[in-house]
């Protein structure tokens, strides 16, 4: 056997050996409230960011099989060469307009949004300023930015602003913090009031990667900076169409023209990949027009969520306090939250146990994500069998 080889069946074994091993349940339906796995049968799914219920509806399937039509199945080019079509255009616009921003760039994921946004646009002159809990993208993007590096506690704001003065003494050009607008593992929303207080008391600009906010929070769906009030503080927002937003793949940076500008001429995740695919795009225009027009579907969520956090509570569940359809139930111990998680499986319920590397060490936990496409029949089968399963397990 190669050296290589020997190499990566040893270190597949030390994760195996460490209990970190990960499978994946194979899914034999289209994404949905109520799925079948390989395993089980109509098991209520929980776990997916399929927030507005959008996977697999008639009219965004439509949409897509229009867009085909009309555009075709692929458009085989970067934009800057030929592959720059008017619908691409119309979506950039459409995102601009629905989230209140100058202009919009599309990506192939808000994995590469990231990994184009920060070196395109600062350099070892700069300083980044970064929460703790920020998603790996937007850590692999700062990785490959030569700008001076903080990091802050998790929305501590004492902690932002002595990284703010620290990179002011050290004659920083460009400040730039960065923050997810929900924090994926919590279900918490950004403190966006105070880090634009911040900003705007240390000349510094504000970037949020919205992914778990857009179509989600906000009186209108448009994301952590309208729950919060500061749509129009914001400099760039980074984020994706593969989760409420009709979940199947794509990003976008949306922001300040001068900002769109420059990534559109500079951004290597931009220039050397992939335009996006014309079902995507046709499906996207549709996705937004529906939040737009469809108030029923935006108060769906709200209500499903506050049903559910309202329910879990009742049981006497410990969850992490708040508005957003992700809700964390506090296991702390890493057994049981593997063990909620079968037991629940058992009940017809698809839940995860996130542990250790995920989250930290004593704070594993079962999160649930609420689906405006789950029927209340569903969410209290599901709080049913979380009820029993409390019991069962004496948790
Ligand atoms: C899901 C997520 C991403 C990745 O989005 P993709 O479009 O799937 O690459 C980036 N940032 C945050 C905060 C996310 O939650």
Redesign the pocket.
Known sequence: MKTAYKHWAALAQEIKDSGLWKTERIITTPQGAQIDTTATKGVINMCA?NYLGLSNNEDIKKAAIEGIGRWGYGYSSVRFICGTSQLHKDLEEKLSNFLGMEDTIL????????GGLFETILTAEDAIISDEL?????IDGVRLCKAMRYRYKNNNMEELENCLKDATEKGARIKAIVT???F?MDGTIADLVSVCDLADKYDAIVIV????GVGVIGDNLKGAHEHCGVIERIDVM??????ALGGS???YTTGKKAIIDILRQRSRTYLFSNTLSPIIASASIKVIDMIENDKELVGRIKENTAYFRKGLKEIGYDIIEGTHPIVPIMTYDEIKAGQLAEKMLEKGVYVIGFFFPVVPRGKARVRTQVSAAHTREQLDHALNAFKEAKAELGI
């Open positions: 960011n990506y192939s994921s808000c994995y590469d949004a990231n920020n998603h790996a993208s937007i997810d607008g929900v994926s990667d919205d992914s778990h980074t984020g994706t169409l593969g989760k793949s794509g990003g």
